[in-house]
């Protein structure tokens, strides 16, 4: 029986041999595992963080763009009003010295006006220049029959210029 003991025991030292090799087949496979997890979750987690960096950098750059595109409006608007203002200010300018140049032709009495100034000013601004409208210009037929009549004179056409003004109104109304 004894033998029957010894095969028993024998076996069972083959059987507890095995088993320990397989625990430590088992245990190199489980840290395998456990390194290869802890890789993925590495992995998992630069990838994570990847995805959520993407929209925060879209973000951040659609903000950027933004302020400039705000930015290069506001300085378009500024010149555009400032061209406005300046446009507005020449033509001013020249309204003025034109009605200086007409008040000097018709010999008005009036306090002097600025011309030289009003042009320089112009000249700054870079404005188009008033052309000064020359004394041998005709004048218009109105303008011409008003100066007649107080100079007591004859119109254009040879009428006397101090009926002029009645036989005009004469030739509409009915007498």
Not at 40 to 50: C, L, N, P, V, Y
Not at 95 to 110: G, L, N, P
Not at 119 to 132: Q, T, Y
């Given at each position: 029986?004894?033998?029957?003991?010894?095969?028993?025991?024998q076996?069972?030292?083959?059987?507890?041999?095995e088993?320990?090799?397989a625990?430590?087949?088992?245990?190199?496979?489980?840290?395998?595992?456990?390194?290869?997890?802890?890789?993925?979750?590495?992995?998992?987690e630069?990838?994570?963080?990847?995805?959520?960096?993407k929209p925060?950098?879209?973000?951040?750059d659609?903000?950027?763009?933004?302020?400039?595109?705000?930015?290069?409006?506001?300085?378009?608007?500024?010149?555009?009003?400032?061209?406005l203002?300046?446009?507005?200010?020449?033509?001013?300018?020249?309204?003025?010295?034109?009605?200086?140049?007409?008040a000097?032709?018709?010999?008005?009495?009036?306090?002097?006006?600025?011309v030289?100034?009003?042009?320089a000013?112009?000249k700054?601004?870079?404005?188009?220049?008033?052309?000064?409208?020359?004394?041998?210009?005709?004048?218009?037929?109105?303008?011409?029959a008003e100066?007649?009549?107080?100079?007591?004179?004859?119109?254009?056409?040879?009428?006397?210029?101090?009926?002029?003004?009645?036989?005009?109104a004469?030739?509409?109304?009915?007498?």
């Amino acid at each position: 029986m004894t033998s029957f003991l010894n095969k028993g025991l024998q076996h069972l030292l083959v059987l507890y041999t095995e088993a320990c090799e397989a625990v430590k087949v088992l245990e190199a496979r489980l840290k395998k595992a456990e390194i290869t997890i802890s890789d993925q979750g590495k992995i998992a987690e630069a990838k994570s963080q990847h995805y959520e960096d993407k929209p925060k950098k879209v973000t951040q750059d659609a903000k950027i763009k933004l302020v400039a595109a705000q930015v290069d409006h506001d300085q378009a608007m500024t010149s555009f009003w400032d061209g406005l203002k300046n446009s507005v200010i020449v033509s001013l300018l020249q309204a003025r010295i034109k009605m200086a140049y007409e008040a000097k032709d018709a010999v008005f009495e009036c306090p002097t006006w600025p011309v030289d100034s009003l042009v320089a000013k112009l000249k700054d601004l870079e404005g188009s220049p008033v052309p000064h409208p020359s004394k041998s210009r005709t004048c218009e037929p109105s303008k011409a029959a008003e100066v007649a009549v107080e100079a007591g004179g004859k119109t254009e056409d040879g009428a006397d210029a101090s009926d002029g003004g009645a036989k005009e109104a004469g030739e509409d109304a009915v007498v």
